[in-house]
């Protein structure tokens, strides 16, 4: 296993973890072997992106890109395919399973090294929950998408803020007085008719600001802080190195502030009752 060297309170070099959780050695949900072994998922976004690209006609010619495309398993979604990934480690496990000639590059979220208006077509999964300061990497999927090119984005929505401090996994008598407040609580929380509810007040405050509006709405999300400490003690679990939680109605309104299209979720009703589901938006010209 890797070993993380965090004592309490130490904030985790996010490069190096990235880096890290790809080795051979390393943790079991980012490992080599266990990720080559890990088809259904790929095989399932692969489906999804084909029938994007075949519903908007993009072209065997066009630019399409994947922000954190891991180790590139959807390099045959697209002639064109154009992989960016966080992890360098990720990148070389890519050329080696897939040949050194793979189009993928090392590449930040929050500041890609393509020109503006570029892409005709992006795509991501899993990937926008990982990444501190989100709203960047939003910002330059606006700048690089093209005029009329589209976005498929598929973040792990509304990530449970109980999850990256492992509150399921410990023990009661390891937790601080808050902490086993929230442990008890989590069937409640995690309750979907409780989720609804609760999400309804801001739904509405936020169509309320796209309504009266004039101006681009910021990304509104919760910052999360995973505790890397844990890590070596209890097994993984999914989003447990997750630094944010959106929203996938939240995703919209910023979009939809902007003047872009969504055809996934084409009026505010299918906007405002949206859950798990991947959002699809196009850039007006």
């Not at 891991?70 to 080696?96: I, P, Q, R």
């Not at 390891?174 to 979907?192: A, D, H, T, Y």
């Not at 993984?236 to 939809?256: M, P, T």
Request: aromatic share 10%.
């Amino acid at each position: 296993m890797v070993q993380t060297n965090l004592s309490e309170g130490q904030k985790l070099d996010t490069k190096q973890l990235y880096s890290d959780v790809y080795k051979a050695d390393g943790h079991n949900y980012g490992s080599f072997d266990n990720q080559k072994k890990t088809s259904e998922r790929p095989n399932a976004q692969l489906e999804v992106v084909k029938k994007y690209l075949k519903q908007h006609q993009i072209t065997d010619d066009a630019v399409v890109i994947e922000i954190g495309c891991g180790l590139g398993h959807l390099n045959t979604s697209h002639k064109n395919w154009k992989g960016f990934e966080y992890s360098n480690t990720a990148v070389a496990l890519a050329k080696e399973l897939y040949g050194s000639d793979l189009n993928i590059f090392e590449g930040d979220a929050r500041a890609l090294p393509l020109a503006p208006s570029s892409v005709d077509f992006i795509f991501s999964f899993a990937a926008l929950e990982h990444i501190p300061e989100v709203e960047k990497a939003f910002k330059e999927i606006e700048r690089i998408l093209k005029p009329n090119g589209i976005a498929v984005l598929s973040p792990a929505w509304n990530c449970r803020p109980w999850t990256v401090k492992k509150l399921e996994q410990r023990p009661y008598s390891e937790l601080n007085v808050s902490e086993k407040i929230g442990k008890f609580l989590i069937p409640v929380r995690n309750n979907l008719i409780f989720r609804m509810l609760c999400s309804i007040p801001s739904r509405l405050l936020r169509e309320v600001k796209l309504y009266i509006s004039n101006s681009p709405l910021p990304l509104e999300y919760l910052k999360l802080e995973p505790d890397f400490s844990l890590w070596e003690k209890y097994e993984h679990i999914s989003d447990d190195d997750a630094f944010v939680s959106i929203d996938a109605h939240a995703a919209l309104i910023y979009f939809a502030s902007r003047g872009w299209i969504s055809h996934s979720h084409k009026n505010a009703l299918t906007r405002f009752t949206c859950r798990g589901e991947e959002i699809v938006i196009s850039k007006l010209s």
